[in-house]
T-cell receptor, first 117, second 118 residues
């Protein structure tokens, strides 16, 4: 069985602050994929990143960075110098590799991020 | 490149009725997955369609059924609607290559259909 836990439910920061969104996962698969999606008020899920379980290198994309630690089953997401436009619900998700990289995404409950001006 | 589209945007139905939701996949994508997102929750996998056949199903009863057409668009049908079926229904498309689906790529989601059952 697969499980994704996002223990933080709501986070509120002031613009320009850095914020880290936590994600802990459980899986019996030896290979798997991890994802982060952003869901703005419009409702559409926006793909942010996919990470293969083989690759533990951290990734940076502009103000976004991801820290994957297999030893602690965590895949945390940091937004540097947050902006009001970052306000959204963020989901961490997991899928098995054995059935195709993106089959059957298992999502966490999401973290609501509010960035105040 | 055309993104994933879904119709209708909103829908209100009465308990016991049937509903059909539609999804057009992103250009070049051949795999469609459906998810149900209840208020305040993460999306839950319903099922996936590849080559017009169901390829995997989540923990949803048989009254949730689907179709995929030769142009890769898809429908989600829900019979005997219950109040708990009220949710945002999301469609996601991706590209799969080969029979084993081992090379699926990122899933791109549509804007969803908000279904309210009264």
């Amino acid at each position: 069985a697969q499980k994704v836990t996002q223990a933080q439910t709501e986070i509120s920061v002031v613009e320009k602050e850095d914020v880290t969104l936590d994600c802990v996962y459980e899986t019996r698969d030896t290979t798997y994929y991890l994802f982060w999606y952003k869901q703005p008020p419009s409702g559409e899920l926006v793909f942010l990143i996919r990470r293969n379980s083989f690759d533990e290198q951290n990734e940076i994309s502009g103000r976004y960075s991801w820290n994957f630690q297999k030893s602690t089953s965590s895949f945390n997401f940091t937004i540097t110098a947050s902006q009001v436009v970052d306000s959204a619900v963020y989901f961490c998700a997991l899928s098995p590799d054995r059935e195709g990289a993106n089959s059957k995404l298992t999502f966490g409950k999401g973290i609501t991020l509010s960035v105040r001006p | 490149e055309t993104g994933v589209t879904q119709s209708p945007t909103h829908l209100i139905k009465t308990r016991g009725q049937q509903v059909t939701l539609r999804c057009s996949s992103q250009s070049g994508h051949n795999t469609v997955s459906w998810y149900q997102q209840a208020l305040g929750q993460g999306p839950q996998f319903i099922f996936q369609y590849y080559r017009e056949e169901e390829n995997g199903r989540g923990n949803f009863p048989p009254r949730f059924s689907g179709l995929q057409f030769p142009n890769y668009s898809s429908e989600l049908n829900v019979n005997a609607l219950e109040l708990d079926d009220s949710a945002l229904y999301l469609c996601a498309s991706s590209l799969s290559s080969g029979d084993s689906l081992q090379n699926s790529y990122e899933q791109y989601f549509g804007p969803g259909t908000r279904l309210t059952v009264t």
